[in-house]
């Protein structure tokens, strides 16, 4: 399964630098339909940027747990989902890059054995602070976008506390600072909810028949699944591509491009979403999909599917689709 490069949008519209406004600085369904193909170019350029340059640990701090404890934190301190998906990208890049900082400074000069030892010591040293990280990530997050709720240090404090953690300001502050100079200050990380955002709004505008409220709703829910479920979504998809139960491992670091692919997440996001409100124009959603992002149908529709599946908890398959 491979998403191709980006179509030219299928909407007529004056374009303008997208210099003007940042995706993440708009509301769904504020941003101006003379800016939608600037976003649009924009997010898929990075993807595939992201796409070129993926790392053989992506995902690897995307686990189930994780990202409920994520999506946790953030609903008690009531800020956007937005947040929670920043902040998971975020933290995901920021472990890699870390652990692989700190291995190379611990692995001694020439040596090739021991490296499971050094990689096992090294997690067990991160597992104090892990918690201030992921924190600190949330922090970081709210940050980023101005309609969102700041998480400032006194309410950091406080919540950390109620969970038996005794951090200061001082440490809450460096902990921030030390991810930021680990990410090159780079933290405006497109995530996927942004990506499902902004082809909603496209694909509102080139039809306005679709019913892009209750479709966003729905897609929030959808995504939240696959986040939480992302494992054995997956793993399902690649045993599906394969025709085999029982994944290599050659085939499963392969497959690692077709996981860590926002747009394809998105369309099938939203395609999803699109059968469960309205089955009955869900081919002309995949189209309009299609279209928009120049990705097959046909990856699309087996993405839905084992999606699909697995909501329903079923391994039957929808005749439907």
Known sequence: MESKPLNTPSFKMRTRSSNSYKRQELKFGAAPHDMLADFLINLNGKNREHLENVSEHAGTFKQSR??????????????????AYQAIEILERFMINHIEEMFVAALPSGADGGKGDI????????????????????????????HCRIVDNSTAVKFLQSLGYSYNKETLLESELNILKTLNFYINIPNPLTYVETLLEVLGYNDSDVPIKYLHKISQLVLQ????????????????????????????????????????????????????????????????LRCITGINGESISDFSH??????MGTGTPLKSL
């Open 66 to 83: 994780l990202v409920e404890s994520v999506v946790l934190i953030c609903e008690v301190l009531r800020l956007e989902p937005f947040t």
């Open 119 to 146: 990689y096992g010591s090294l997690l067990i040293k991160l597992s104090d602070k892990f918690m201030l990280l992921v924190f600190s990530c949330v922090q970081l997050a709210s940050k980023l976008a101005l």
């Open 225 to 288: 699944f696959v986040y939480l479920q992302r494992n054995p979504i997956y793993h399902n998809l690649l045993v599906a591509t394969i025709e085999n139960s029982a994944p290599s491992e050659v085939q499963r670091v392969k497959f690692l491009s077709v996981k860590e692919d926002s747009m394809l997440l998105a369309v099938s996001v939203i395609a999803v979403s699109a059968f469960i409100l309205n089955y009955t124009t869900w081919d002309q959603v995949l189209e309009e």
């Open 306 to 311: 084992i999606i699909l599946k697995e909501i």
